[in-house]
């Protein structure tokens, strides 16, 4: 816990820019590169979180990664006590990064050649010139995507109004962005399960 606890102070004081742990609290070092990551809070890691990244990392052939930013863009900072509750609940064998990467430029940057995977819901974000800060634009995101050798894997989910299924539409995206997402179909991965709706039913 020791180590751990260390390697978060490190991180928030900008020695390091991220470190791998487990369910443990153990720390591991080393690049991350060639992977598959899918990044949340996590709050709490449910079966729908699992079966994705496993999916992905089986169909790209792929090292498979969690990643929690205990900085986030529109939510509020992770605290320690909070991380580690989230951790905890992780199977033994789960590889997660911690980082302090809100932002998937960051993360491009950091892992290259891998591949985030994100929900509709996000994807839209990405896309949604709103999000982006001052001096940002979409061209600078994807040229830094492309750059690195990184793209976006898209799974869709259940619409919260009703039974209907929601994907990103590759034909909605500018063509010079299209070829960074990759779509995961309906009938090959499919999970109606929430964060949200497994802390209302653990409690």
């Given amino acids: ?20 742990t487990d369910s443990s609290l153990s720390v591991y070092h080393g690049q991350i590169n060639n992977s598959v990551i899918l990044s949340g809070s996590f709050n709490p890691i449910h079966c729908g979180h699992i079966k994705l990244l496993d999916y992905c990392s089986d169909n790209f052939n792929k090292n498979k990664f969690y990643e929690i930013s205990i900085s986030n863009v529109d939510k509020p900072n992770i605290d320690n006590k909070d991380l580690v509750s989230r951790l905890e609940k992780f199977q033994n064998e789960e590889k997660i990064i911690v980082t302090k990467s809100s932002k998937f430029l960051d993360k491009a ?15 839209l974000r990405i896309l949604d010139e709103s999000y982006l800060g001052i001096n940002e634009s979409l061209d600078n995101l994807f040229t830094v995507i492309k750059k690195k050798g990184c793209k976006f894997i898209v799974a869709g989910r ?20 299209r070829n960074l997402f990759q779509i995961i179909e309906e009938k090959n991965f499919r999970a109606d399960i929430s964060s949200t709706e497994e802390r209302r039913h653990n409690n």
């Fill in 158 to 177: 259940t619409d919260v109004t009703g039974p209907k299924f929601d994907n990103l539409n590759l034909k909605n995206i500018h063509i010079k962005y």
């Fill in 1 to 20: 816990m020791k180590n751990f606890t260390n390697h978060i102070k490190s991180l928030n004081d900008g020695k390091i820019d991220y470190f791998i």
């Fill in 109 to 123: 940057i950091l892992f290259p050649n891998s591949y985030f995977i994100v929900g509709y819901d996000t994807a």
